[in-house]
């Protein structure tokens, strides 16, 4: 099953890209995908969909929606 980003609002009125199976926010390049405004929150999970954007946290066979496997095969 593919990776499904979503985005969440803090108590400040920013905005958070997280991963709806882990709740872990999204991390790209080091840098956590949060205090965001709604606008480039919204544009950071079109990337992601896209795969114009790969997080650091999610691991590859989730981002391409294979199952992991054992041992490579």
């Not at 969440?8 to 199976?21: A, C, I, M, N, T």
């Not at 949060?34 to 480039?40: A, F, K, N, R, Y």
Request: net charge negative; aromatic share 6%.
């Amino acid at each position: 099953m593919p990776t499904i980003y979503n985005k969440r609002q803090d108590s400040e009125g920013l905005w958070e890209v997280y991963d709806r199976e882990s709740e872990e926010a999204v991390i790209v390049d080091g840098l956590p995908l949060s205090g965001l405004d709604e606008i480039e929150a919204d544009e950071a999970i079109r990337k992601l969909k896209r795969g114009e954007l790969t997080s650091d946290n999610i691991p590859p066979p989730a981002q391409s929606g294979w199952p992991p496997t054992k041992n490579g095969v």
